[in-house]
């Protein structure tokens, strides 16, 4: 299974302002996805992150908000922008193996206060 | 958005027994994998049953697909300590590879 990092593991930001995660996988794949996991609840899909062309948004999620680059087969980032504490979650990126199971990174765990 | 439902929400049980949640979901599904999720950390990918296929083992694991009742079911057997986690269901409705996900089932297993 495909190897999957993230940064930071978690983080603490103030309110009104901007984190980016990244997340790097250690083999090329073609689908990778980003999930909000808000506290005591499951995961949500937020976006798609397409290799060289823009991410594709779930309902609900706008790109001003959480902007998305994907610019190779190996690397991802998600932006939080602008962020309020209902942002406090666990940020998971993910990717789909050619078996059609799906993985997912540790997670970026955000506080904002 | 959660497409389906899992239960019971928390199980406890004693070291050694066996642990069985449950998964619904709405729409016609390509697949459905378990996952499991300690302590708020990742997620550890447990198993992924194709719509064709009944019931897939993987170790102490048995998963049953029932498709005709758009459910499936985890089953834990000879539980540890170490079982202790909160257990996560996620379908794909199809080839696009989204997965959706339950609300999960927490498990402790006492010693």
């Known amino acids: 299974s495909a190897v999957i990092s993230q940064k930071p593991s978690r983080d603490i930001c103030q309110r009104g302002t901007s984190l980016t995660i990244q997340c790097q996988v250690d083999?090329?794949?073609?689908?990778m996805f980003w999930y909000r996991q808000q506290p005591g609840q499951s995961l949500t899909l937020i976006a798609t992150?397409?290799?060289?062309?823009?991410?594709?948004?779930e309902s609900g999620f706008v790109i001003d908000k959480f902007p998305i680059s994907r610019p190779n087969l190996t690397f991802s980032t998600l932006t939080v922008s602008n962020m309020s504490p209902e942002d406090s979650s666990i940020y998971l990126c993910?990717?789909?193996?050619?078996?059609?199971?799906?993985?997912f990174g540790p997670g970026t765990r955000l506080t904002v206060t | 958005s959660q497409q389906g439902e899992e239960d019971p929400q928390a199980l406890s049980i004693q070291e050694g027994e066996n642990a069985t949640m449950n998964c619904s979901y709405k729409?016609?599904?390509?697949?459905l994998q378990w996952y499991r999720q300690n302590s708020g950390r990742g997620l550890v990918h447990l198993i992924l049953?194709?719509?064709?296929?009944r019931e897939k083992h993987s170790g102490r694991l048995r998963v049953t697909l029932d498709t005709s009742k758009k459910s499936s079911s985890l089953l834990i057997t000879a539980s540890r300590a170490a079982d202790t986690a909160s257990y996560f269901c996620?379908?794909?409705?199809?080839?696009?590879?989204?997965?959706?996900f339950g609300a999960g089932t927490t498990v402790t297993v006492r010693a």
């Open positions: 996620a379908s794909s409705r199809s080839n696009d590879y989204k997965l959706s």
């Open positions: 992150a397409n290799q060289g062309s823009e991410a594709t948004y």
């Open positions: 729409t016609s599904i390509n697949n």
């Open positions: 049953i194709r719509s064709n296929e």
């Open positions: 083999s090329q794949v073609t689908m």
């Open positions: 993910s990717v789909v193996q050619p078996s059609y199971e799906q993985y």
